[in-house]
C-alpha cells in the first residue's frame, strides 16, 4: 500500500461490514458506528465534492472528533487533496484560522454550521473571498468522484505543529510518510486485526490523526473514540471505554494519567476491567516516573499490568513515532529522591529510524547536553512555504532534522530531558524546567496535576526563576499560600538547589497550553513580563 486512499479502498473491498468506527457520546455511549463500506461510501461523496479544487488544493478541517471529520478527512485522501485539521476555533477569536488561511492558500474550510456565518464574515474583512466556507452537508450527495491514486510523494496533510516554544508551523505530510510511520507504530505496538484501539486525543493533533484515527484502519483493526471534552469531563469514561471494548492499545500524554489518578474515586471503578489493556503509551509531553507508579498501583486492582506502559517519543515533523518501548520494573521501585531516580528513557528507535545526536552550537550550556536529530522515511521534507530551513542537515547521504530536543542515547534507548528553548540556566547550570515542576505538584494535594510552570523571567544578564501552580477550585479560598509557597521553596532547594523568586498560584486553565497537553512556558512568561498580576487570573503571589 503507498496511500491512505489505497487503504480505504482495501478496506470497504475486503470487509464491507465490518466496523471501522465507533463513536461515543458524553456519557460513552453508542453515539455512531461507521463500517469500512460506509467510510468509502462518505469519503468518496466529499471527494466527488471536492473534485472542483484543484489537485493537492489545502482542504481546513475544523471539525469535532465524528462521522463527519472522518468523511471530510478521507475524502481528501481520495480526492487528492491536502488535508488541513485545525482545532476548532472560538466564535470570537478567528485571528488563527485567517493566518493559516493565508499562510496555506487554502480554497476551501469545513467547520461546524454554528461558525459559518462567523468565520465567512471575519474573511470578507480580512478580504479574503475566494476561500469557500463549507459544512459537512455541503458536501454530501456528489456523485463519488473518479479515482485518481495519489502519488506517494504527493502531501496528504500539513500538520500544524503544536507551538509550545514557536509559532505553528505547517508540517508537509506525504503519503509515503504516513504509511511509513504506520508500519513503524504497527510493528512496535504489536497490532493484528483483531486489535482495538481506544482514544480520546484531538483529531487535529498528529497523536489523534495518525495514532488514533488512521492506524487501526491500516492494519485493519477497530477503533472507538471520544471527544476530548468527554475525557477531560469524566476521565472515568475513558477507562470504561478500554474495559468495555476490551483495547488493546489506547493513551495519551502524561497528564491524562494524573488526571484519572485524581478524579477517580473507588467507586467509579466498580466492575472496570482493565486486564485487556496491552499498549498503554504514554507520550507528547515529558513523561513521570511517579505518575507511571500512582497510577499502576492505583489501577492494579482493576487488572491493569505496570508493564503495559509504552513509553513513546515522536512529533508531527516524523508523522508521529519516532520511538517507543515497554516500562520496565525499575520505574516502580520504592520511590526515591527525584534527583536519584534514573532518566525515564522513551524507548529504542524504530530500525528504520537513524537519530545523531549534535551539539547545539547556539545552546549556551556547559553540561553534555545534545540535540536529538532524526532521519527516516517518515520525517518531512519540510515545512510549508519552505520555512526553518535551518531545521535540516545532510551527513553520511541522509537528511536529517533538528528536534529542538535535547537527550542522549542509554543502552540504545532514547533519553529526552528537554527543549533546548526551555532550558533555564541558573548560575552557569542547565535546568530542565520539567523536574522542578513535578517536585512542586508533588508538594500540597491542592495542586492540580500537570498544571505547573516554571519559567525564567527578566532580562537575559539578571533572569530569575518563578513557578506558577494552579490550584483546585474548591480548595483556592481555604489556602495559606504564604506557608504554602515556603514549603515549595524547600523542596525544590533541597531537591534541586534552586531558588524560586516567586510562586504564584492560579486559577485552573490559567496556564496555556497546546492541543496535547504541552505548556506554552514562552508565552507565559510574555504574559506575567506584561501583565499586572492582580488582574492576570493570579489568585495569590508569595
Known amino acids: 500500500m503507498h496511500s491512505i486512499a489505497e487503504i480505504i479502498v482495501l478496506r470497504a473491498e475486503a470487509s464491507p461490514d465490518r466496523r471501522a468506527y465507533l463513536f461515543l457520546d458524553d456519557n460513552a455511549g453508542e453515539e455512531h458506528e461507521l463500517s469500512c463500506r460506509?467510510?468509502?461510501?462518505?469519503?468518496?461523496?466529499?471527494?466527488g465534492a471536492l473534485a472542483r479544487y484543484p489537485k493537492q488544493a489545502r482542504i481546513l478541517i475544523a471539525l469535532p472528533t465524528s462521522p463527519e471529520f472522518c468523511h471530510v478527512f478521507?475524502?481528501?485522501?481520495?480526492a487528492n487533496k491536502v488535508a488541513v485539521p485545525i482545532p476548532i476555533p472560538n466564535a470570537h477569536r478567528l485571528e488563527a484560522v485567517l493566518k493559516i488561511v493565508v499562510e496555506c492558500q487554502t480554497s476551501c474550510i469545513v467547520v461546524v454550521?454554528?461558525?459559518r456565518r462567523g468565520l465567512r464574515a471575519a474573511?470578507?474583512?480580512?478580504?479574503?473571498r475566494s476561500v469557500d466556507v463549507l459544512c459537512h452537508d455541503d458536501l454530501r450527495g456528489s456523485a463519488p468522484a473518479r479515482l485518481v491514486l495519489p502519488a506517494p510523494t504527493d502531501i496528504a496533510l500539513l500538520q500544524f505543529t503544536s507551538g509550545s516554544t514557536t509559532s505553528p508551523k505547517g508540517v508537509k505530510i506525504t503519503h509515503a510518510n504516513i504509511i511509513a510511520n504506520e508500519r513503524m507504530i504497527c510493528e512496535s505496538f504489536r497490532h493484528t486485526e483483531s486489535s482495538t484501539v481506544v482514544g480520546w486525543t484531538p483529531l487535529n493533533h498528529d497523536q489523534g490523526l495518525i495514532g488514533n484515527l488512521i492506524q487501526p484502519l491500516y492494519v485493519g483493526a477497530s477503533c472507538v473514540l471520544m471527544a476530548p471534552t468527554t475525557f477531560l469531563r469524566k476521565p472515568r469514561l475513558w477507562l470504561q471505554a478500554i474495559s468495555t471494548?476490551?483495547?488493546?492499545?489506547?493513551?495519551?500524554?502524561?497528564?491524562?494519567?494524573?488526571?484519572?489518578?485524581?478524579?477517580?474515586?473507588d467507586a467509579d471503578c466498580q466492575g472496570l476491567d482493565l486486564s485487556c489493556w496491552q499498549v498503554a503509551f504514554n507520550?507528547?509531553?515529558?513523561?513521570?516516573?511517579?505518575?507511571?507508579r500512582r497510577f499502576a498501583t492505583r489501577f492494579s486492582p482493576y487488572g491493569f499490568r505496570a508493564d503495559a506502559f509504552f513509553l513513546c517519543y515522536g512529533m508531527a515533523e516524523a508523522s508521529l513515532y519516532v520511538s517507543g518501548g515497554y516500562a520496565e520494573t525499575l520505574w516502580f521501585e520504592e520511590a526515591r529522591e527525584v534527583h536519584e531516580l534514573p532518566p525515564i528513557h522513551s524507548g529504542r528507535p524504530h530500525p528504520d529510524t537513524s537519530i545523531v545526536l549534535r551539539r547545539m552550537d547556539e545552546a549556551p550550556s556547559v553540561d553534555d547536553a545534545e540535540e536529538i536529530c532524526i532521519a527516516g522515511p517518515n520525517v518531512t521534507s519540510g515545512y510549508w512555504g519552505g520555512q526553518a530551513a535551518d531545521s535540516f542537515f545532510e551527513q553520511d547521504g541522509r537528511r536529517y532534522f533538528r528536534t529542538g530536543d535535547l537527550g542522549c542515547l542509554d543502552d540504545g534507548r532514547l533519553v529526552v530531558t528537554g527543549r533546548a528553548k526551555e532550558v533555564i540556566i541558573v548560575r552557569g547550570r542547565n535546568i530542565h524546567p520539567y523536574d522542578i515542576e513535578r517536585t512542586i505538584v508533588e508538594t500540597h494535594e491542592a495542586f492540580l496535576p500537570s498544571a505547573c510552570a516554571v519559567i525564567a523571567v527578566g532580562p537575559p544578564d539578571s533572569q530569575y526563576v518563578i513557578a506558577v501552580q494552579e490550584i483546585e477550585r474548591t480548595a483556592r479560598h481555604?489556602?495559606?499560600?504564604?506557608?504554602?509557597?515556603?514549603?515549595?521553596?524547600?523542596?525544590?532547594v533541597r531537591k534541586h538547589d534552586v531558588q524560586l523568586k516567586r510562586v504564584l498560584f492560579a486559577a485552573p486553565?490559567?496556564?496555556?497550553?497546546?492541543?496535547?497537553g504541552k505548556i506554552k512556558r514562552t508565552l507565559l512568561a510574555q504574559h506575567l513580563q506584561h501583565s499586572d498580576l492582580a488582574h492576570s487570573g493570579i489568585i495569590a503571589a508569595a
Open 123 to 128: 474573511l470578507d474583512s480580512a478580504g479574503i
Open 245 to 265: 471494548y476490551s483495547a488493546h492499545t489506547s493513551g495519551g500524554p502524561n497528564f491524562c494519567y494524573d488526571l484519572c489518578i485524581a478524579r477517580i474515586s
Open 74 to 78: 478521507y475524502g481528501c485522501m481520495l
Open 283 to 292: 507520550g507528547a509531553e515529558p513523561i513521570s516516573a511517579a505518575t507511571l
Open 509 to 516: 486553565g490559567f496556564i496555556p497550553k497546546t492541543s496535547s
Open 38 to 47: 460506509q467510510l468509502l461510501e462518505g469519503a468518496g461523496s466529499v471527494a
Open 113 to 115: 454550521p454554528s461558525l
Open 478 to 492: 481555604a489556602l495559606d499560600y504564604n506557608a504554602i509557597a515556603g514549603e515549595v521553596r524547600k523542596s525544590v
